[in-house]
């Protein structure tokens, strides 16, 4: 089985502590283009995907009564850790994710997958608690009406583009997308904000004012979080 590097088993330890809010902070503070998935939606509640971008694009299948043609048989070359992220140009009509795909992704041990389109057999993902977030849901199947088009190309989720190598991130809060380029100070940043953000509520679960502990412990500019004393 393919597995992606040790070093991303170090830094998904350290995302998986964190949530899609302290990211998002800490990507308005490198300024980084559009980074929100937007539309995609979690369809498994508490379910947390995050790893390197494994790409897929669909396109619609030419018409032919005569032929069969399966959506897509990709999954057994996708490495584990990584999070699918499929482009079927937000499609409501039918489906490029169901129970067939998500039991193998468990079985290859892959960290999510994220529909900029729509899925179904939603039960059976739930029940597995597999990470798994569209733009929409259907019962409607993908065969005949869509085949692969490429794997491991950038990708278009409704404005936002996800290329290979890129790291996906998604929560109860939606999904983002964080440039390979940045991946570790993106982490490092956001670790700062959710200290930031634990000192200021224990703050107040202390008896402060709210405003002043966040102008006590830097909400301004949470991703500059230094040690001070929590306890003043």
Same mark, same amino acid.
């Given at each position: 089985m393919t597995t992606i590097p040790a070093v991303a088993d170090r830094l998904r330890e350290r995302l998986a502590r =964190?949530?899609?809010?302290? =990211?998002?902070?800490? !990507?308005?503070? =490198?300024?980084a283009p559009q980074f929100v998935l937007p539309g995609i939606r979690a369809r *498994? +509640?508490?379910? *947390?995907?995050?790893? +390197?971008?494994?790409?897929? &694009?669909?396109?619609?299948?030419d018409p032919d009564p005569t032929a069969f043609r399966n959506a897509a048989d990709y999954i057994d070359d996708v490495p584990a850790g990584s999070v699918v992220v499929v482009d079927n140009h937000g499609s409501r009509t039918c489906t490029t994710w169901g129970s067939l795909l998500t039991t193998m992704a468990g079985l290859r041990g892959l960290a999510g997958t994220v529909v900029h389109g729509s899925l &179904?057999? *939603? &039960?059976?993902?739930r029940e597995l608690g597999y990470p798994l977030f569209s733009t929409d849901v259907t019962m409607v199947s993908g065969k005949n009406r869509v085949v692969l088009d490429e794997t491991g190309v950038t990708v278009d989720i409704a404005g936002t583009e996800v290329a290979p190598g890129d790291w996906v991130f998604a929560d109860d809060?939606?999904? !983002?997308?964080? +440039?390979?380029? !940045? *991946?570790e100070e993106v982490v490092t940043r956001a670790e700062a904000v959710d200290r930031t953000e634990t000192r200021i509520r224990a703050?107040?679960? &202390?008896?402060?004012? =709210?405003d002043a502990a966040r102008a006590r412990f830097g909400y301004a500019r949470p991703w500059e979080a230094a040690d001070r004393d929590d306890h003043r």
């Open positions: =964190l949530d899609s809010a302290a =990211l998002a902070d800490a !990507l308005d503070s =490198l300024h *498994v +509640p508490g379910a *947390v995907a995050c790893g +390197p971008a494994f790409t897929v &694009r669909y396109r619609t299948a &179904r057999d *939603v &039960r059976e993902s809060n939606g999904a !983002l997308r964080i +440039p390979a380029a !940045l *991946v703050a107040a679960e &202390r008896g402060s004012r =709210l």
